[in-house]
């Protein structure tokens, strides 16, 4: 009787995973030709407010690759990831680097890669833990193995939270500048990268210091980065 019981177990955990390897792949398929118009963050910010009786509204639209600014893709590059064309989804290179750093008493940061942040954005959750960054290493080669990196760059930068209940650069563009996504200067799109890593406390618009000496590196590593023409790699 336990060894039918065990077997029954085994069997059911066994067809769970493959479900769950085919519904993810499934996914990665249909958002690699999909627009894409939500977030498991957007729901998981709409799903705060309700519990915290605070009403959010979420503000989103979906701007194909060439309505999306150069100046914004080349921005978040140099401020995010600068070897996204190189690598497949993991910076071995960064993570060795925050490491050492860490064993050296530093503060742990973060490694993150813009394609490991596009599969937590748009299939997990933001709270950290095992489990979530298990997922998100599944997620990421995923979408390394099957979308170009246009196609994750574009999805990154239509999801992406810059505000509260702002997602994607259409409606932080309309948000912090009153312009489209396809028209941010480069001082806009260095200012809306700088405040990527901290968006709901951080304004683009009324930048204090800090975030106005952030994104005057960001444009700095975009001239350096040899301006537009970077974005050919991809």
Known sequence: MTRDWLRRGLRFLLFAMLGFVGLSVLLV????????????????????SWMSD?????????????ALSDN????????????FPMHYGF???????ALNAWFNGDSLRGASTISQQTAKNLFLWTNRSWLRKG???????????????????????????????????E??????FGVGADRLSVLQASRLAAIL??????SASRPSAY???RSQWIRQQMRQLGGSAYLERL
């Open 72 to 83: 914004a893709k080349l921005a978040v590059i140099a401020s995010e990831d600068q070897r």
């Open 197 to 202: 890593p901290n968006p709901r406390e951080w």
């Open 54 to 66: 605070e009403p959010i509204s979420i503000q989103q639209q979906w701007r194909p690759w060439k």
């Open 171 to 176: 409606a932080a563009a309309q948000h912090y």
């Open 211 to 213: 975030i106005q000496q």
């Open 91 to 97: 910076d071995f290179n960064q993570m060795q680097k």
């Open 135 to 169: 997922l998100e290493a599944w997620f990421t080669v995923l979408i390394e193995l099957l979308w170009p990196k246009e196609r994750i760059l574009e999805v990154y930068l239509n999801i992406v939270e810059w505000d509260r209940g702002v997602f994607g650069l």
């Open 29 to 48: 398929l249909v958002f690699r030709v999909v627009p894409v118009f939500g977030s498991m963050v957007m729901l998981e910010r709409k799903v705060e």
